[in-house]
């Protein structure tokens, strides 16, 4: 299984970046897909995950309204659209993929625990 994710760079503030991440040897149809990130010195934390469907999606609260994620089944990616960026969200972006079946509700989306698989990440800079 490979997660491989693309889309990081370097933007100022209020600028937007949109990350990708293709998964391959796996059913993609069968996973639930997450964003985490982790900034320097700091433990990672979630961000954005949604439903092996994508019908159902959750945001921390610290994106809330300024990141998206979705999915395109078809294309075996997942995205996220990163709008209104700020200096805190500088960090190393990393995809996880996560069995649905394992999954009881919306609410464990942010346990890093239920993923079994992780990219290798893609870093984002935002300037102030």
């Known amino acids: 299984v490979q997660l491989q994710a693309s889309g990081g760079g370097w933007e100022q503030a209020a600028g937007f970046l949109r990350l990708s991440c293709a998964a391959s040897g796996l059913t993609f149809s069968t996973v639930n897909m997450a964003w985490f990130r982790q900034a320097p010195g700091k433990e990672r934390e979630f961000v954005s995950a949604i439903s092996s469907s994508g019908s159902s999606s959750d945001h921390a609260d610290s994106v809330k309204g300024r990141f998206t994620i979705s999915r395109d089944n078809a294309k075996n990616t997942v995205y996220l659209q990163m709008n209104s960026l700020k200096p805190e969200d500088t960090a190393v972006y990393h995809c996880?993929?996560?069995?649905?079946?394992?999954?009881?509700?919306?609410?464990?989306?942010?346990?890093?625990?239920?993923?079994?698989?992780w990219g290798q990440g893609t870093l984002v800079t935002v300037s102030s």
């Open positions: 996880a993929a996560g069995f649905s079946k394992y999954f009881s509700g919306t609410f464990q989306y942010r346990q890093s625990s239920r993923y079994q698989y």
